[in-house]
């Protein structure tokens, strides 16, 4: 049987640096057979990417397909980051930041960015991409900014003032800034699935810190995803199976601004106040980036509207762990797509 695999969400894009000294940075790949008489050999790596753990996992006609997707679909993760990282200025996401406007923006910025305003949209503004303001002022302040601090960085924020024409990019105010973490994770990791289906792979699981890509059965059985515990228990509120598509879990219990872990990278636009009532979303999608960037606007959302607009959207399907412990799922989770 294949061991389930935990699914959370880490915070994206932390510099190295923050992570515990020595951790192996060099890839590791091994080559394990594949069930007898399948004629196919599996090929893991994992690497440090995005400041989380990535692993590639593929089943291969030989060793030489499998690595040689593998090496690719790496280099094209590596190629996504060095769009989206907000923590290397030399990036065009980071340039647009400091200098409030981007010339000839890189097509997988701006198709990032219309799907983050399909979200805007639909969420009701409360995904919204321009909060980073906010986050970098909780970040700085650990959760507890001075008030006139968190009214000037809030009249930062609204998505609307974003405006894009021909490929160039600009803020309506300056001071303004963008973060994607709630989306372009899920990006990179869609781009690694889409190199290994270039090489011919169609069995494989992309785990990117939690956010999960999986198409093909190994060994003729689903993939099994456990849905991590908020609680870290090991009480997983549920295990799903899956042939194709994605799933993400947003939730604040990973990365609090302050001690009590009250103020998060989830983070209501309006207020600067992050959810207390739902704990952790878990979201199953075709793509990660859908996943991931539903799971994030989930979060902000009241449960009820939550799952009226998650049941609106084909191919989609949610599970809510609210403060009190219960589970509220739309119509169609546990799907097997």
Known sequence: MIPALQSDRRTFLKRLAMLAAGAALAPVVRVVPAAAGSGRIRIQEERMLMGTFVGLTVLASSRMQGEEAVVRAFAEMESQICVFDRFDASTPLSILNREGRLCD??????????????????????????????????????????????????????????????????????????????????????????????????????????????????EGRPWRIAIQDPDKGGNYPAVIELRS????????????????????????PDTGASPAYVRSVSVQAP????????????????????????????????LLVTSSGARLASDNWGMRL
């Not at 160039?168 to 781009?191: P, Q």
């Not at 994605?246 to 983070?267: C, M, N, P, Q, R």
């Not at 793509?287 to 989609?316: C, I, K, N, W, Y």
């Open 105 to 218: 923006a890189p097509e997988e910025l701006l198709s990032v960015l219309d799907f983050s305003d399909g979200l805007f949209m639909r969420s009701g503004g409360l995904f919204d991409v321009t909060v980073a303001p906010v986050v970098n002022l909780l970040a700085r302040t650990h959760g507890a900014p001075d008030e006139n601090e968190l009214r000037e960085a809030l009249a930062l924020v609204d998505a609307g003032r974003m405006s894009r024409r021909d490929g160039d990019i600009r803020f309506g105010s300056r001071g303004m800034a963008v973060t994607l973490d709630g989306v372009a994770k899920g990006h990179i990791a869609d781009r690694a699935a889409a190199a290994l289906e270039r090489m011919g792979i169609d069995t494989y699981l992309v785990d990117a810190g939690g956010d999960i890509r999986v198409q093909g059965a190994p």
């Open 245 to 268: 598509g994605a799933v993400a879990t947003s939730g604040g219990y990973e990365s609090g601004f302050d001690k009590a872990g009250t103020s998060h990278h989830l983070i209501n």
């Open 287 to 318: 793509t990660v980036m859908q996943a991931d960037g539903l799971a994030t606007a989930l979060s902000l959302m009241h449960p009820r509207e939550a799952l009226r607009l998650t049941d609106s959207l084909p191919g989609h399907s949610c």
